[in-house]
């Protein structure tokens, strides 16, 4: 027979916990981008985006969505977002006329650099009382499932 456990408290829950620390980090993470004028999830798609241009051919909507860990049906509304505030341009695709490749215009291309630098300070603060190495090691194995 199994026995219950009393209810924890929600201070002991680490789910809880995950929850009010990811929502105090996201809304810093809006403040600095704010006046960039991105929502953190167009900042996410467009750091993607211009890291893969910057690394290789321009990556079709699919490929920026898996670098990102998005959906792909809602990655491609935000990109059509970030393309009419002119920070990429979406191409069709030569070898699939489906598919559209994302270019990162020049706009995008300064914009990218800044708003990730402002994104790394607000990790930066957030992440101060953790030891660098100890937090990449928990979040990668929280992130690798």
Request: hydrophobic share 45%.
């Amino acid at each position: 027979m199994t026995q219950k456990r009393a209810p924890l408290e929600p201070t002991d829950s680490p789910g809880f916990l995950l929850w009010h620390a990811t929502l105090r980090w996201q809304r810093g993470i809006a403040e600095a981008l704010a006046p960039l004028d991105l929502t953190h999830v167009q900042f996410v798609l467009l750091a993607c985006a211009w890291w893969l241009n910057e690394h290789g051919d321009p990556p079709n909507q699919v490929a920026v969505a898996a670098q990102a860990g998005t959906d792909v049906k809602m990655t491609s509304q935000v990109l059509r977002t970030l393309e009419r505030k002119g920070l990429i341009e979406r191409q069709v695709d030569a070898a699939d006329t489906r598919a559209r490749r994302i270019r990162v215009t020049r706009r995008g291309t300064a914009l990218a650099p800044r708003a990730i630098a402002v994104v790394e300070e607000v990790d930066a603060r957030f992440f101060a009382n953790v030891p660098r190495r100890e937090a990449l090691r928990v979040l990668r194995r929280l992130a690798a499932g």
